[in-house]
């Protein structure tokens, strides 16, 4: 499936390990045999006379040596990084020539700055021509797409949603098949955020946004993090004003090298976009996976919109920490935000607004995640250490788009995978508590990187008058405080206490692929091995390991063991 039928905005973040070449050095190495063997084939005759004068002599076309069967189009403005060194744009062209992609190059007009300019009449102008029968007969073009690098691709953005400039040379947008923008700044197409984040906005919203082409929008890492910024949130204004587009798509590090030794994964997404070369299907179902993510089930505006005071904080490196760790292997996901503000409220402030029937009653508090996690808190803590509840960062109100997709490599460490691809997962940031003193931090949350206290929504906070730890009143009280210490009934029950944990399906949003089991279902060598050498039980899985000191290791499995024989003789 290509990535265009369902992905309209993605932010593509590579890395390169030295010595590695990309396309561009690739594509210099063989411009030169290419050309020699008449592989690239200028066709500028028509354009002196069709274009506007100043604007002809910066287009070339080229027609790429697979005359057989239909090709796409790619009309590509190329306004950047270095608008004075024209061979690298050109070596990008002739990588899509390669793949029987026919390319429209178009320079920028030079203004003395880095990256040189365009128009929207420019763009505009050219659109229309390359649209014209005379030029599309014999050709065989499947369909036009457009590409703009740096300020190319903000001009583009910009005509595209100012179809004026379009309407005056006899183009419209719906005339594209797709659109994309590469490493541009298109902060001037969006008004500032608001505080506190609303829906997002465009400055200046287009008459017709459905008929808009579908936009993939694409920033490599290590440019400037703005340009990563701004490309996620004209992607929410477009999703907002009715575009018809998906999700924006963060690529993961060094998914170049992996999938296909020295080429470009940004250059890849757009061949499998414009249907000239499939990705990989493991590739393709991870940016499908992260897609689906960011249109999430769930939300928090019940907490938002309850009249709870909202309170806004700077983002520090406490905080960072707190849940970076969850992004541990995809953290260029996060370089699509600002990282400078976040939005929370006094948890006990929202649960004693809320209703009976909705948050119950009595003095223990049990906090469900959506992934079937449990943590319970006591009234006199919450009055004591008053957590926040974490309900927006920078821009963003749902946090649930905040979201990791993975594999898991077996359901069960003592299991075989079985045959075929896992499943992909998703794991949501969502509302979560997060409380600053990291000493109190400690009293309420045993094992710092749980992840049970994430994913939050209000039909998981409830009340109940029953300590919920009753049915383990006869064990000694060291042995209760070192249950609650470990973390494990979080996910995993001892007699009927905590929760049971679940992976979410990135596609079926259900419950999918190793529901946590009670304590006592494991078999003893599996639970031991777990115990006494976590790290590896889960790297065998493919999960986070939670650490366990040794001590506590030993006293939760001589606490099952005993268990164990108190149940036999029953």
């Known amino acids: 499936m290509s990535i265009l039928t369902s992905v309209i905005a993605c932010n593509i973040h590579t890395n390169f390990d030295d010595g590695v070449l990309g396309p561009v050095s690739l594509a210099r190495a063989a411009v030169l045999a ?63 020539l390669r793949e029987g992609v026919d390319v429209a190059l178009v320079d920028a007009a030079s203004t003395g700055e880095a990256g040189g300019s365009f128009a929207p009449s420019d763009i505009a102008a050219v659109l229309s021509f390359v649209a014209t029968p005379s030029l599309a007969e014999g050709r065989n073009w499947s369909g036009t797409f457009a590409l703009g690098r740096g300020t190319g691709g903000a001009a ?52 017709d946004p459905a008929g808009l082409p579908r936009i993939i929008l694409l920033t ?40 296909w030794g020295r080429s470009d994964v940004a250059y890849h997404v757009i061949l499998d976009a414009i ?58 996901l996060l370089r699509a935000f600002p990282l400078e503000s976040y939005y929370s409220v006094d948890l006990l402030d929202y649960l004693e607004q809320l209703p009976e029937d909705v948050a119950g009653r009595g003095d223990h508090l049990a906090l469900t995640n959506v992934r079937g996690q449990r943590m319970d808190l006591t009234r006199e803590q919450l009055q004591r250490i008053r957590p926040r509840l974490v309900i927006g960062i920078d821009d ?3 946090l649930f788009r905040f979201a990791v997709a993975y594999q898991t490599r077996r359901d069960y460490s003592w299991m075989d995978p079985g045959a075929g691809p896992r499943p992909w997962l998703v794991r949501p940031l969502g509302a979560f508590l997060y409380v600053p003193d990291e ?37 000694a009280a060291p042995t209760r405080q070192m249950l609650r210490r470990s973390g494990c009934t ?37 639970l031991e091995r777990f115990l006494f050498d976590q790290k590896a039980v889960a790297q065998r899985i493919g999960v986070n390991a939670v650490p366990l000191d040794r001590a506590l290791s030993e ?10 024989g108190i149940a036999s003789q029953q």
Not at 500 to 525: C, K, N, R, T, W
Not at 555 to 564: G, I, P, S, T, W
Request: with cysteine; proline share 9%.
């Open 490 to 526: 979080e996910c995993h029950a001892f007699r009927d206490v905590g929760g049971l944990g679940y992976h979410i399906g990135a596609f079926s949003g259900q419950p999918e692929s190793g529901l946590a089991l009670p304590l006592m279902d494991y078999p003893p060598v599996v």
């Open 156 to 207: 583009l953005a910009a005509t595209l949603l100012d179809p004026p400039h379009l309407a005056a040379e006899g183009h419209a947008p719906s005339l594209l098949a797709g659109a994309f923008s590469l490493n541009a700044d298109l902060s001037a197409l969006l008004p500032p955020p608001a505080d506190p984040p609303t829906t997002q906005a465009l400055a200046a919203p287009p008459a």
């Open 220 to 259: 490599r890492d290590g440019g400037p993090r703005a340009l990563a910024i701004s490309a996620r949130r004209l992607t929410k204004a477009l999703r907002a004003a009715g575009a018809p587009y998906a999700s924006d798509i963060v690529l993961p590090r060094n998914s170049a090298v992996e999938a």
């Open 439 to 475: 000493d109190n931090a400690r009293e309420v949350f045993p094992v710092l990187n749980t992840t049970s206290r994430f994913s939050l929504i209000t039909a998981g906070l409830r009340w109940q008058e029953a300590d919920p730890f009753e049915p383990l009143f006869d064990l």
């Open 34 to 96: 290419l050309m020699a063997a008449g592989a690239l084939i200028g066709s500028n005759s028509a354009i002196a006379q069709d274009l506007p004068a100043g604007l002809s002599e910066r287009v070339e076309m080229l027609t790429a040596d697979q005359p057989t069967g239909a090709r796409p189009l790619l009309v590509f403005f190329d306004g950047g990084p270095d608008a004075t060194d024209a061979t690298e744009g050109r070596a990008i062209a002739d990588a899509f």
């Open 275 to 332: 249907g000239a070369k499939a990705l990989p299907q493991r590739l393709a179902d991870q940016l499908e996976a992260e897609s689906r993510a960011k249109a999430p089930a769930f939300n928090n505006d019940r907490i938002w919109e309850s009249g709870v005071a909202v309170e806004r904080h700077a983002i520090d490196e406490t905080f960072l920490k707190s849940f970076g760790w969850l992004y541990a292997d995809r953290l260029e």
């Open 555 to 564: 006293a939760l499995h001589n606490l099952v063991r005993e268990e164990a």
């Open 396 to 398: 963003e109100r749902n």
